[in-house]
DNA sequence: TGTTATTTAATGACTGGTCAGTCATTAATT
DNA sequence: AATTAATGACTGACCAGTCATTAAATAACA
């Protein structure tokens, strides 16, 4: 997926190609908070949120800056919205994804990785660690927030297949909650690169990148060392 | 080494201890551009390049605002100058240590991880990371500065270490960019998480963290395996 | 050695520009 | 005709950077 964003960029169509719409604006009542989350994400992505100017918020969502305070209550506000919205749901599925699953724990591990980097890691979600980061001192309130919502519960989803398997006897024995985080360390390092320094390096991360990950991981993990996959 | 900060907060002493400095303040031009990189770094961690205020630096250094501009051009040049100054030393004493070292590959490997810990991750140059990421969107030749001058160079010690084990036979033949940047991630996310979310959470990185990491990383790159450390 | 002149580190009130948030007005929709 | 989405000029706060002034340090001189 490229960085293609979700805002309509024909929000200003002056062609006169449909002579029957020289209105001058649209109601759209329902689209709009949608565009505004998604261009603030783009702009606080790329520029951090202190230097985002709720003008350009504006501009790229199609609309002017008063129409945002009719939907957000502030910017503060808006960089909530963009962290609760996006997030929350994508957790909510990994949990039942690792409730239904029954199989070889380091199948469902394989697979937790595998389908993280692919719903989050490669799409514009994963802006979002590097902002929280970014602002993280200015705004207290957002950073627990994700902590509580966001780290805690990724990390227990990665705890509990850990423990899982050392408890099976599948895994050696490790303490989980160390190796939760040499798991997603990685992870979120690479969302965080791509999004900050990467325009500024010529070396790209390959695939290879996770796929290797997951097999040093896998490898210190599994008791019965096959080398395989 | 705790948080503690090189700024003096003797800065301004009224106490009648010794009554012969009613001066209303001292010339130091000499220590005065350390006490400055010193006092924006710590903001400059805490706050962000963007909401970090120069009448706050030269606070926390002690001194008042126009002093600031009797050492640096501008904010910009101040953030340009922490990076430079306390960075670049760094990776030369890496380099040293590697071009004089003389024995088996795992244990330079096993060092050299550890004395980054030491050196970088556990000190205040720790900050640095975070911050550069945070405002790479808004300080493009920083970032380019900072690719090409510590992550290019870090990424070669570590890919030249890799590629020596695996020429020598040490190590299973691995693709020894993709390990190193295997390596690194975690030491780099932990320096960030430290300047970030980890005020937030209860749960703290243990030293078991950068053990753990060490030994699963040497469990796949080392041929004969043994158990051990 | 004490007094005066010169140099320059340090100060902080001020300026000019920026931008989040407001609100009276306009116009699309019902 | 009534309702309300949308507008954009405006305001008040904030802050990077300036510069005329102050005074610490040092040199020159008596």
Same mark, same amino acid.
Not at 106 to 115: A, E, S, V, Y
Not at 144 to 162: E, G, M, P, S
Not at 186 to 209: C, G, K, M, N, R
């Given at each position: 997926?490229? =960085?293609?964003?979700?805002?309509? %960029?024909?929000?200003?169509?002056?062609?006169? !190609?449909?002579?029957?719409?020289?209105?001058? #604006?649209?109601?759209?009542?329902?689209?709009?908070?949608?565009?505004?989350?998604?261009?603030?994400?783009?702009?606080?992505?790329?520029?951090?949120?202190? *230097?985002?100017?709720? %003008?350009? @918020?504006?501009? /790229?969502?199609? $609309?002017?800056?008063?129409?945002?305070?009719?939907?957000?209550?502030?910017?503060?506000?808006?960089?909530?919205?963009?962290?609760?919205?996006?997030?929350?749901?994508? $957790?909510?599925?990994?949990?039942?994804?690792?409730?239904?699953?029954?199989?070889?724990?380091?199948?469902?591990?394989?697979?937790?990785?595998?389908? #993280? #980097?692919?719903? @989050? =890691?490669?799409?514009?979600?994963? *802006?979002?660690?590097?902002?929280?980061? !970014?602002?993280?001192?200015?705004?207290?309130?957002?950073?627990?927030?994700? &902590?509580?919502? &966001?780290?805690?519960? *990724?990390?227990?989803?990665?705890?509990?297949?850990?423990?899982?398997? @050392?408890?099976? =006897?599948?895994?050696?024995? @490790?303490?989980?909650?160390?190796?939760?985080? /040499?798991?997603?360390?990685?992870?979120?390092?690479?969302?965080? #690169?791509?999004? !900050?320094?990467?325009?500024?390096?010529?070396?790209?991360?390959?695939?290879?990148?996770?796929?290797?990950?997951?097999?040093?991981?896998?490898?210190?993990?599994?008791?019965?060392?096959?080398?395989?996959?």
């Amino acid at each position: 997926m490229t =960085g293609q964003s979700l805002i309509q %960029d024909d929000a200003m169509v002056f062609s006169a !190609s449909t002579p029957e719409t020289p209105s001058r #604006w649209k109601r759209r009542k329902e689209a709009r908070p949608e565009e505004i989350l998604g261009a603030a994400l783009e702009l606080f992505t790329e520029k951090g949120f202190a *230097a985002t100017r709720m %003008d350009d @918020v504006a501009k /790229l969502a199609g $609309i002017s800056k008063g129409t945002l305070y009719n939907y957000f209550e502030s910017k503060e506000s808006i960089f909530h919205a963009v962290v609760q919205e996006l997030i929350a749901p994508q $957790i909510e599925e990994f949990e039942s994804m690792i409730a239904r699953y029954d199989g070889p724990t380091d199948h469902l591990l394989r697979q937790l990785i595998r389908t #993280w #980097w692919t719903r @989050v =890691g490669e799409t514009r979600l994963s *802006a979002i660690p590097k902002i929280v980061i !970014s602002e993280s001192g200015n705004f207290p309130e957002l950073a627990q927030y994700f &902590v509580d919502n &966001v780290v805690k519960r *990724a990390r227990k989803l990665f705890t509990d297949i850990i423990s899982k398997g @050392v408890v099976t =006897g599948e895994f050696n024995t @490790v303490e989980p909650r160390t190796v939760a985080r /040499l798991i997603v360390a990685p992870l979120v390092y690479a969302t965080i #690169w791509q999004h !900050s320094l990467q325009p500024f390096d010529d070396d790209y991360l390959s695939d290879e990148y996770i796929d290797t990950h997951i097999k040093f991981i896998l490898r210190s993990l599994i008791k019965d060392q096959r080398i395989d996959l």
